[in-house]
């Protein structure tokens, strides 16, 4: 199959490793991948945050600045209209992204089958923390983009639900979570010998809450335990002088920003993973790589969450409103190595058995593009 693979992603993060590890599942499926997409993303590395276009985005007004969004889809409709004429595909699927509805008009045009992902609602998202101005334009785009697609992929059951609701058609939907690739996770042999290491990888923001975990590794100081944060964020400033004021720096390791091929090897060293806090409709990449390196994971007990874990089966999972038992969880872990042993083999085997792979939601994706 014939896939032209829409996007308008500027940074490399955590968005960028979904993109590139399903379009790579989709070439080792055997399936031919044409990517169109914003050209500052060709040119940027892994950690970039948008380049020039994202800079000046954040400097203009917000309202000036979504009618740049908008007046974007004038050069990328030209873009994708070339790339259909040419390349001609027989699906073209798109990570949704708010203003963005150059893909829609491509696909009527063209007659193409039209496949939609949606990681996040957006509009809701922008409204609340980003100072969406045009909202009634944006809500409009959202719909518009939704109804015009053949298939819309949610990453949660909480996220088509609130696309649902939105005005989306609930007979398109289908909850695709997000994957890991397994090849690049060996079988972990993790060893119950040595001082246990708690870990978090991820853009690290204030409300996940790693402040809370280090005042607890300071106040619990007979528990021996080691902590790891790997990543960048607006939250590293405070922890770095946290950890120092608390006396603990040589217990806390900030491993910095981690090359994607680093990251199998970071977490075969990290015994406890933590997803502290998680957006309400997400579904965390760092979770499925936690799995897969066999981790035992901490993680808030809420509906997305649970759709993949499972209390005491899989991971242990705490109440997000109780302050006191997320340190409670690791403080359990970091005491008991056979159970730390059972979480870990159940994560990595909920992983393979689900399965929660990119070649999986790439066969399923090609699967309903099949389908007549």
Not at 258 to 278: F, K, M, N, T, W
Request: proline fraction near 6%; aromatic fraction near 8%.
């Amino acid at each position: 199959m014939k896939i032209l693979y829409s996007h308008r992603i500027q940074s490399r993060d955590g968005q960028s490793v979904h993109l590139e590890d399903l379009i790579a599942a989709f070439r080792r499926a055997g399936h031919e991948v044409l990517v169109v997409g914003p050209g500052a993303y060709a040119a940027s590395r892994f950690g970039d945050s948008g380049g020039a276009a994202g800079a000046l985005r954040r400097l203009l007004p917000a309202a000036i600045g979504e009618l740049a969004e908008l007046a974007y889809n004038l050069p990328a409709f030209w873009r994708l209209w070339r790339a259909v004429r040419t390349f001609r595909p027989d699906l073209i699927y798109e990570r949704y992204n708010l203003f963005f509805l150059a893909g829609a008009w491509a696909a009527r045009l063209c007659r193409c089958r039209y496949f939609v992902e949606v990681n996040s609602p957006l509009a809701d998202e922008r409204a609340q923390h980003g100072g969406l101005r045009l909202q009634a334009v944006a809500r409009a785009g959202e719909r518009a983009v939704w109804r015009a697609a053949d298939r819309v992929f949610a990453v949660t059951r909480v996220l088509g639900d609130i696309l649902v609701a939105e005005g989306a058609p609930a007979d398109r939907i289908t909850i695709t979570p997000n994957g890991v690739e397994i090849g690049r996770f060996p079988e972990p042999d993790r060893a119950a010998a040595h001082t246990p290491v708690l870990g978090f990888i991820g853009f690290v923001r204030p409300w996940h809450g790693l402040d809370l975990i280090i005042d607890d590794m300071a106040r619990d100081s007979t528990l021996p335990l080691d902590l790891v944060i790997a990543g960048t964020g607006p939250a590293l400033p405070d922890l770095r002088a946290r950890a120092a004021a608390l006396g603990i720096e040589n217990r806390v390791r900030f491993a910095g920003l981690v090359d994607r091929e680093a990251v199998p090897a970071l977490l075969a060293g990290i015994d406890i993973a933590l997803q502290p806090a998680s957006v309400a409709y997400a579904s965390p990449l760092k979770l499925f790589e936690y799995m897969a390196a066999g981790c035992a994971i901490v993680a808030p007990d809420q509906p997305n969450i649970r759709e993949v874990l499972t209390h005491e089966r899989n991971a242990l999972l705490v109440d997000p409103g109780d302050r006191a038992a997320l340190w409670r969880a690791v403080r359990r872990l970091a005491a008991d190595p056979a159970l730390r042993g059972r979480l870990s083999r159940a994560a990595r085997a909920e992983v393979l058995s689900h399965p929660y792979l990119w070649d999986e939601n790439a066969a399923r994706i090609i699967a309903l593009a099949t389908r007549s």
